[in-house]
C-alpha cells in the first residue's frame, strides 16, 4: 500500500508495475516486476535485474488478452508462451488491461507498415534531389506519426464504448436490487466499474491531447509551404503565357514576311474597299485582317488537330487564293440578303395575335430539409423518385422542350443561306442557344403524364408553331415537332437518363434532334450534352454542361464538332465555353465557332490551317488564321424580377399561360402545375400525388390487358388470379404499349435513327374542335 500509485496508462507510453505471475502449483503466485515498452511485455524478479537479466518476453502483436475475474488475466500468444497473471485490485488490472491493449494496437499497426514498407522500398539514389526527399519523408514521418495517434484514439474509443456498457449494466442492476445486505457489494462494484470508465476517459483525453498538440504544431508549417507553392506556381504562369505571347508575335512577323506577301492578297479582298486598286491599304481593312488562332480567345480559336481537319501539305497558294475569294464572299452573303430581302424579319411587321403575359406570381419562400428527402434516393433513376413540387418549377418537361425555340431567328437565318457550310454554323449557334435558358434554373420540370401534349401556336407573332407529346412512361420519352412558314422544320425525341449521385445529379439526354430545311433539302441532326446540377446536399445549385455534339448534314456531309468545356475551378479559361469547328465532307475547316452558352456565339472565317506544336497533353493542334469573328448569337437579357420568378426568359413566362382552344391533355390544365404556379403548394403537393397514383392504375390496366391479349385463355385466367403472374409472358407484361396520339414512331431513311414523327391532325382537330379522341389523364 505504501508503494506509489502507478499512473494512467497513456498511448505510446512504457508502462510499469508489479504483478503476480502463476509459476507452478507449488509455488503458486510469486511477485514479479513487469515493463510494457515498443509492443514486448517482459518481466523481472526485481526492478535491479532490469538491466542484466530478463525473466521471460512476450510480443504482444501476435498474443490474445483475456480476463478471467476481477483481479485475474491471462495473456497466450498461442501456446508457446501463456502468462497467468494477478493484480492487486481490479482497478489495477484495468490499468494493466488498457495499456496492454493499447499497446498490442499500435505493435499490429507498426508491423503491417512495416511489411507494406518492405515491398515498396525506394530505388532512387539518396543524392538526388536531397532537399526535397528530405521535406517529403518529413511530412510523411508526421503523417504516419498522426495517423497513429488517430488510431490509439479508436482504440480508446472502443474501450470507452466497453466499460461505458458495463458501468451502465451496474447502474440498472442496482436499480433493481431491493435494500438489504446486498446494497453494499453491488455499490462496490458501480464504485470499481465508474473507476474503470474515469481511468479509460483519461487515456482518451491524453490521446486527444497529444493528437491535437501534433496536429496545431504541424498545420501552420504547412500552411505556409502551400502558400509558397501557390505563389510559385502563379509566378510560373505568368511566365509561361509571357513566353507564349513572345512567341507567337515572332511566329506572325516571320509568316508576314515569308508566307503572306502582299501580293497575296486576294483581288476580291483587295476591290471590296472601294476598287482604288491600293492593295496595300486594304490590307487594313477589319475585313481583312488576318488574325492568328492562338493570339487572342476572343477572336479565333485553338482545337484539338484531327486528321480530317489538317490541311493537305502539298497544297500551293494559287488554289488557296481561288478558294479564298469564292469563301470570302458567301460570308456577307446572308447579311446582304438580309438587307435586300423586303420579308426579313428586320424589316417584317407582324402584330401579335394577342398580348402575352410578362410575369407570374413569385415564388413562395418555404423551407425544406432536403436532406431528408435525398437520402433515400442515392443511385435512383430521377423520375421513379416521388419529389414533392418544392424542388420543381411551374412548367412541365414538354413546355422545356419547346423552350429551345427561344432563338428561332437563327434557323430563319439559315434557312436563307446560298452555302450549306454557313448554315451549318446557324444551326450549331441554335443548337447551343438552347441552353441558354438552363444557366439559372436549377429547379425541375415536372414529369409529363403519358398522352400529355403541349402546343406553342406562333404562328402569326414568329411564323411557326410546334407540339409535343409524352409518347412513353417507361422510359419517359417526349416527342417534339416543330414547322415554320420561314422554311425550316424542327423534330426531336427526347429522353432522360438521370442519376443521383450524393454531391450532384448528372442527367444524360438520349435520343436526337433533327432540322430539316426546304432550300436544299438540308437534313441535320445531333444530340444533347450532359447536364450537371452540382451542390444538391450543400451549398448554393450550379448547373453545368459538358461533352461533345456533332452535327451533321446528311445530305453534303459537311460538320460541325461542338465541345461543351466542363467548369473547372483551376481552368484560367472562361466558364461554360463553346468550342467549334465547322468542315466539309472531306474534312477541311471553313469555320470555326467560339463562345460560350450561357452568353453569346462567334463565328469566323478560316483562311488559312497549318500544323502547331504538341499540346500539354501531347496532342499536335491546328491552328487557324480566321477572319475577324462575328457575333452569330447572343442571349436575350431576363426579365425583370427573374430572381423572384425561377428565372423565367420572356418567352418562359408565356408558356403556362392559360388559352382557350387548347386539347384536354394540353400541360396548362395540368392542375398539380397550375397550383404550384399559383403558390399553393400544399394543394400541389396532394394533386400531384393524386395524378400519379391515377397514372399508376391506368399502366397496370394497360400490362393487364396486354398480357390478356398474347395469352391463351388458360394463361389469362391464370394470369387474374395470380397463380402464374410473373411466369406467363413477362416480357409483354412490362412493354409501355401506349399508343401515341399524334405521333407514330418510323426509322428516319436518311440519319438511320428510329424516332416518333408527327403523323398530323391535331391541328385540323383544334379547328373543329374535336377533342372527343383525347384520352382523360388529369
Known amino acids: 500500500m505504501s508503494e506509489p500509485k502507478p499512473p494512467t496508462p497513456t498511448p505510446g507510453d512504457t508502462y510499469k508495475g508489479w504483478l503476480f505471475k502463476w509459476t507452478n502449483y507449488i509455488k503458486g503466485y510469486q511477485r514479479r516486476w513487469f515493463v510494457l515498452s515498443n509492443g514486448l511485455l517482459s518481466y523481472y524478479r526485481t526492478q535491479a535485474e532490469m538491466g542484466h537479466t530478463c525473466r521471460g518476453t512476450i510480443n504482444l502483436a501476435t498474443a490474445n488478452i483475456t480476463v478471467e475475474d476481477s483481479c485475474n488475466f491471462v495473456i497466450s500468444n498461442g501456446g508457446a508462451q501463456t502468462y497467468h497473471l494477478k493484480a492487486s485490485s481490479e482497478v489495477e488490472r484495468q490499468r494493466w488491461i488498457t495499456a496492454l491493449e493499447l499497446a498490442k494496437a499500435k505493435a499490429v499497426r507498426m508491423q503491417a507498415e512495416s511489411d507494406d514498407s518492405g515491398d515498396d522500398c525506394p530505388t532512387a539514389p539518396p543524392s538526388a534531389g536531397q532537399g526535397?526527399?528530405?521535406?517529403?519523408?518529413?511530412?510523411?514521418?508526421?503523417?504516419?506519426?498522426?495517423?497513429?495517434?488517430?488510431?490509439?484514439?479508436?482504440?480508446?474509443?472502443?474501450?470507452?464504448?466497453?466499460?461505458?456498457?458495463?458501468?451502465?449494466?451496474?447502474?440498472?442492476?442496482?436499480?433493481?436490487?431491493?435494500?438489504?445486505?446486498?446494497?453494499?457489494?453491488?455499490?462496490?462494484?458501480?464504485?470499481?466499474?465508474?473507476?474503470?470508465?474515469?481511468?479509460?476517459?483519461?487515456?482518451?483525453?491524453?490521446?486527444?491531447?497529444?493528437?491535437?498538440?501534433?496536429?496545431?504544431?504541424?498545420?501552420?508549417?504547412?500552411?505556409?509551404?502551400?502558400?509558397?507553392?501557390?505563389?510559385?506556381?502563379?509566378?510560373?504562369?505568368?511566365?509561361?503565357?509571357?513566353?507564349a505571347k513572345q512567341h507567337n508575335h515572332l511566329e506572325?512577323?516571320?509568316?508576314?514576311?515569308?508566307?503572306?506577301?502582299?501580293?497575296?492578297?486576294?483581288?476580291?479582298?483587295?476591290?471590296?474597299?472601294?476598287?482604288?486598286?491600293?492593295?496595300?491599304?486594304?490590307?487594313?481593312?477589319?475585313?481583312?485582317?488576318?488574325?492568328?488562332?492562338?493570339?487572342?480567345?476572343?477572336?479565333?480559336?485553338?482545337?484539338?488537330?484531327?486528321?480530317?481537319?489538317?490541311?493537305?501539305?502539298?497544297?500551293?497558294?494559287?488554289?488557296?487564293?481561288?478558294?479564298?475569294?469564292?469563301?470570302?464572299?458567301?460570308?456577307?452573303?446572308?447579311?446582304?440578303?438580309?438587307?435586300?430581302?423586303?420579308?426579313?424579319?428586320?424589316?417584317?411587321?407582324?402584330?401579335?395575335?394577342?398580348?402575352?403575359?410578362?410575369?407570374?406570381?413569385?415564388?413562395?419562400?418555404?423551407?425544406?430539409?432536403?436532406?431528408?428527402?435525398?437520402?433515400?434516393?442515392?443511385?435512383?433513376?430521377?423520375?421513379?423518385?416521388?419529389?414533392?413540387v418544392n424542388f420543381n418549377e411551374p412548367l412541365s418537361m414538354l413546355q422545356r422542350l419547346s423552350e429551345d425555340l427561344e432563338y428561332y431567328e437563327l434557323l430563319d437565318k439559315g434557312a436563307k443561306c446560298q452555302s450549306s457550310l454557313e448554315q451549318m454554323c446557324y444551326v450549331a449557334a441554335f443548337t447551343v442557344s438552347s441552353y441558354s435558358t438552363t444557366v439559372h434554373r436549377t429547379g425541375k420540370p415536372f414529369n409529363p403524364l403519358l398522352g400529355e401534349t403541349f402546343e406553342l401556336d406562333r404562328l402569326r407573332e414568329c411564323g411557326y408553331r410546334s407540339l409535343c407529346e409524352q409518347v412513353s412512361h417507361h422510359p419517359p420519352a417526349a416527342a417534339h415537332h416543330a414547322l415554320s412558314e420561314k422554311g425550316w422544320t424542327l423534330r426531336q425525341e427526347i429522353s432522360l437518363a438521370s442519376k443521383f449521385r450524393?454531391?450532384?445529379?448528372?442527367?444524360?439526354?438520349?435520343?436526337?434532334?433533327?432540322?430539316?430545311?426546304?432550300?436544299?433539302?438540308?437534313?441535320?441532326?445531333?444530340?444533347?450534352?450532359?447536364?450537371?446540377?452540382?451542390?444538391?446536399?450543400?451549398?448554393?445549385?450550379?448547373?453545368?454542361?459538358?461533352?461533345?455534339?456533332?452535327?451533321?448534314?446528311?445530305?453534303?456531309?459537311?460538320?460541325?464538332?461542338?465541345?461543351?468545356?466542363?467548369?473547372?475551378?483551376?481552368?484560367?479559361?472562361?466558364?461554360?465555353?463553346?468550342?467549334?469547328?465547322?468542315?466539309?465532307?472531306?474534312?477541311?475547316?471553313?469555320?470555326?465557332?467560339?463562345?460560350?452558352?450561357?452568353?453569346?456565339?462567334?463565328?469566323?472565317?478560316?483562311?488559312?490551317?497549318?500544323?502547331?506544336?504538341?499540346?500539354?497533353?501531347?496532342?499536335?493542334?491546328?491552328?487557324?488564321?480566321?477572319?475577324?469573328?462575328?457575333?452569330?448569337?447572343?442571349?436575350?437579357?431576363?426579365?425583370?424580377?427573374?430572381?423572384?420568378?425561377?428565372?423565367?426568359?420572356?418567352?418562359?413566362?408565356?408558356?403556362?399561360?392559360l388559352e382557350e382552344g387548347v386539347a384536354p391533355t394540353d400541360s396548362r390544365r395540368r392542375p398539380d402545375q397550375r397550383l404550384m404556379e399559383d403558390g399553393r403548394w400544399d394543394e400541389a403537393n396532394a394533386e400531384k400525388q393524386r395524378l400519379e397514383e391515377k397514372q399508376r392504375t391506368v399502366r397496370r390496366e394497360r400490362e393487364r390487358e396486354a398480357v390478356k391479349a398474347v395469352c391463351s385463355p388458360e394463361e389469362a385466367d391464370a394470369q387474374e388470379t395470380g397463380t402464374e403472374a410473373s411466369e406467363v409472358s413477362d416480357e409483354s407484361a412490362h412493354q409501355d404499349n401506349h399508343q401515341a396520339m399524334w405521333f407514330e414512331k418510323i426509322d428516319d431513311p436518311v440519319s438511320g435513327e428510329t424516332l416518333h414523327i408527327y403523323k398530323g391532325g391535331y391541328w385540323e382537330a383544334k379547328e373543329q374542335g374535336g377533342w372527343d379522341i383525347c384520352p382523360d389523364i388529369f
Open 252 to 388: 506572325r512577323a516571320f509568316r508576314g514576311a515569308t508566307v503572306l506577301p502582299s501580293s497575296f492578297s486576294n483581288p476580291a479582298l483587295g476591290n471590296k474597299g472601294g476598287g482604288s486598286g491600293k492593295g496595300d491599304a486594304s490590307d487594313e481593312d477589319d475585313d481583312n485582317e488576318f488574325f492568328d488562332a492562338m493570339e487572342d480567345p476572343a477572336e479565333f480559336i485553338t482545337v484539338p488537330a484531327d486528321p480530317k481537319y489538317h490541311r493537305r501539305s502539298n497544297s500551293n497558294l494559287s488554289g488557296f487564293s481561288s478558294e479564298t475569294g469564292i469563301d470570302d464572299q458567301s460570308v456577307n452573303f446572308d447579311e446582304l440578303s438580309m438587307a435586300s430581302n423586303p420579308e426579313s424579319p428586320q424589316t417584317l411587321e407582324l402584330e401579335p395575335v394577342r398580348q402575352r403575359r410578362t410575369h407570374i406570381p413569385d415564388k413562395p419562400n418555404y423551407y425544406l430539409n432536403l436532406w431528408s428527402i435525398m437520402k433515400n434516393c442515392i443511385g435512383k433513376e430521377l423520375s421513379k423518385i416521388p419529389m414533392p
Open 132 to 243: 526535397g526527399g528530405g521535406r517529403n519523408s518529413e511530412i510523411q514521418s508526421t503523417l504516419r506519426t498522426m495517423g497513429s495517434k488517430v488510431e490509439d484514439l479508436t482504440t480508446c474509443n472502443d474501450l470507452i464504448v466497453k466499460h461505458g456498457s458495463a458501468l451502465q449494466r451496474s447502474l440498472s442492476e442496482l436499480e433493481g436490487i431491493r435494500v438489504g445486505g446486498d446494497m453494499g457489494e453491488k455499490i462496490r462494484q458501480v464504485t470499481e466499474r465508474a473507476t474503470l470508465f474515469r481511468i479509460t476517459s483519461n487515456a482518451m483525453i491524453n490521446a486527444c491531447r497529444d493528437f491535437l498538440s501534433l496536429a496545431q504544431t504541424h498545420s501552420k508549417r504547412w500552411q505556409k509551404s502551400l502558400t509558397t507553392e501557390r505563389d510559385q506556381r502563379i509566378r510560373l504562369e505568368e511566365t509561361l503565357e509571357q513566353l
Open 502 to 657: 450524393g454531391k450532384y445529379l448528372s442527367i444524360m439526354p438520349l435520343g436526337s434532334i433533327q432540322c430539316l430545311f426546304d432550300k436544299g433539302n438540308n437534313h441535320y441532326s445531333w444530340k444533347k450534352v450532359t447536364t450537371t446540377v452540382h451542390n444538391i446536399i450543400v451549398g448554393k445549385l450550379w448547373i453545368d454542361q459538358s461533352g461533345e455534339i456533332d452535327v451533321v448534314n446528311h445530305k453534303t456531309g459537311d460538320r460541325c464538332h461542338l465541345k461543351f468545356a466542363p467548369y473547372s475551378y483551376f481552368s484560367r479559361d472562361v466558364p461554360r465555353k463553346v468550342t467549334g469547328v465547322v468542315t466539309d465532307k472531306d474534312g477541311k475547316a471553313h469555320y470555326v465557332l467560339s463562345g460560350t452558352w450561357d452568353e453569346k456565339m462567334e463565328f469566323s472565317r478560316v483562311m488559312q490551317s497549318s500544323k502547331g506544336e504538341n499540346g500539354t497533353e501531347g496532342k499536335q493542334r491546328t491552328v487557324y488564321q480566321t477572319l475577324k469573328a462575328k457575333e452569330i448569337w447572343k442571349k436575350n437579357p431576363l426579365p425583370e424580377g427573374a430572381e423572384t420568378r425561377y428565372f423565367f426568359s420572356t418567352l418562359a413566362l408565356t408558356l403556362n399561360e
